[in-house]
């Protein structure tokens, strides 16, 4: 299905002279010897993880982001074999329609901050809808929707994500500049974490910020 989806990509390419691309390729290869946490013994360790981003502009308005990964075995986390991330996007002078997904900061990160950093296996974007409209050169509304799969590590040292959850967000915001005042933003954020059975146990009463909660919950009746 993947290699369809770049043969369609480069065929698009070739034949129409409003559609614009370009490629961005990572590989990474090592092969040698790790020393094991909280030991001086040592093992085999290896990795060949490769990194394909095609970037597709068809026209003035659209533009299409999509990652490939293969990576057997990987620098941090599981093999991994298609598609790694993929959006939609389409944009007017005072329109902005993204989907799939997301990578978005709202407050300045401090509110609301989606990212990937494949050097650290982190990734906590969400798959969904993003929707911008400039009603005037200093005046902008915005909202978002989507639902992420996040998937973190309790130890640091570990090669492989133990711990996940799902994150269900619906976000609106109102961004004003003045030359006088500077920027002014107002943002409603709802956000749900959706925690399975098997991982409540795993998490709850861990000395993380989601641990300590879910144990303020069962000494509470609240799960």
């Known amino acids: 299905m993947y290699i369809k989806l770049v043969f369609m ?13 370009n490629y961005s390729y990572e590989m990474k290869y090592g092969d040698g010897k790790q020393i094991k946490p ?11 993880e490769n990194l394909l981003d095609i970037n597709t502009y068809l ?20 093999t991994a074999d298609g598609l790694n991330a993929f959006y939609l996007e389409y944009q007017t002078d005072e329109f902005n329609l993204k989907l799939g997904d997301l990578y978005e900061l709202y407050g ?7 990212m990937q950093d494949q050097n650290i ?8 809808l993003n929707l911008k409209y400039i009603l005037k050169e200093n005046l902008e509304v915005s909202a978002i929707i989507g639902k992420g799969d996040y998937r973190y590590r309790f130890n640091a040292a570990s090669y492989i ?8 967000v ?9 030359d006088l005042f500077g920027q002014f933003q107002y943002l409603y954020l709802n956000q749900h974490s959706i925690i399975e059975g098997d991982m409540i146990e795993k998490i709850d009463g861990e000395d993380t910020e989601v641990g300590n909660d879910l144990e303020k919950r069962d000494n509470m009746g609240l799960i």
């Open 170 to 178: 619906i976000s609106s915001s109102i961004n004003y500049e003045n």
């Open 9 to 21: 990509s480069l065929l698009l390419g070739l034949l129409s002279a409003q559609v614009e691309m």
């Open 121 to 128: 296996d982190y990734n906590n974007s969400i798959k969904g």
């Open 161 to 168: 994500t133990d711990r996940s959850f799902i994150n269900d």
């Open 38 to 48: 909280l030991s001086k013994d040592t093992t085999d360790y290896s990795y060949f």
């Open 59 to 78: 026209g003035d308005h659209i533009y299409l982001y999509t990652q490939f990964e293969y990576s057997d075995p990987p620098v941090f986390g599981v």
């Open 108 to 114: 300045r990160g401090l509110s609301f901050y989606t």
